[in-house]
């Protein structure tokens, strides 16, 4: 800004976007001191380096703002996570699907992780087959990103949603 810019020469812009051309640095100074203004150098990587002059705090307070703005259309997406025992029954499944459900529309990721306990840990396959019912619960509603896998006493499974309907399960359709 003003007189910490070093490059000799600047292509200057004025505070309406006109372009004043490829100045030197003091002329580009006093263009700035004419007007009572600062002169700003806003891309001190291109050849010649951009200078603009311009009021330098309403310059930054309307940067600010738009920083603030981008910022708060940013969503955050979490990663939520669900947890189920191996031996849950088929309404207790429905209703963590439904949530599940809900966290996938809002644009989140969830982990779903199944707890062994005890004895259970010697039917690991029974566990790989709940997960996979899981996922072909959801049908083309999700996309894996982690497949499932045993950590310990777990086995835990990454799903994200792909934006389409949830596919209604077998059970549900024949109640209807």
């Known amino acids: 800004m003003n007189g910490s810019i070093r490059a000799p020469q600047l292509r200057v812009v004025d505070q309406d976007g ?9 002329e580009a100074l006093r263009l700035a001191e004419e007007q009572e203004l600062d002169l700003v150098e806003i ?27 981008n910022k708060r259309n940013t969503k955050s997406l979490d990663m939520k996570q669900m947890r189920f025992g191996l031996k ?5 499944l429905a209703v963590k699907m439904k949530k599940v459900t809900g966290f996938l529309e809002a644009g989140h990721k969830v982990k779903i ?8 840990l010697a039917h690991k396959d029974i566990g790989f087959k709940l997960a996979e019912r899981v996922i072909a619960d959801f049908g083309d509603a999700i996309a894996v990103d982690q497949q499932p896998q045993l950590n ?3 086995l835990t499974f990454v799903v994200r949603g792909t934006g389409k309907p949830a596919a209604k399960r077998q059970d549900e359709a024949s109640e209807e």
């Open 18 to 26: 006109k372009q004043l051309g490829i100045l030197s640095r003091s």
């Open 43 to 69: 891309s001190p990587n291109a050849n010649p380096p951009v200078a603009k002059i311009v009021d330098w705090g309403k310059y930054n307070y309307q940067k600010t703002k738009q920083q603030q703005a």
């Open 88 to 92: 849950i029954g088929d309404h207790d």
């Open 113 to 120: 992780t199944l707890v062994f306990r005890g004895r259970e």
């Open 152 to 154: 310990g006493k777990q």
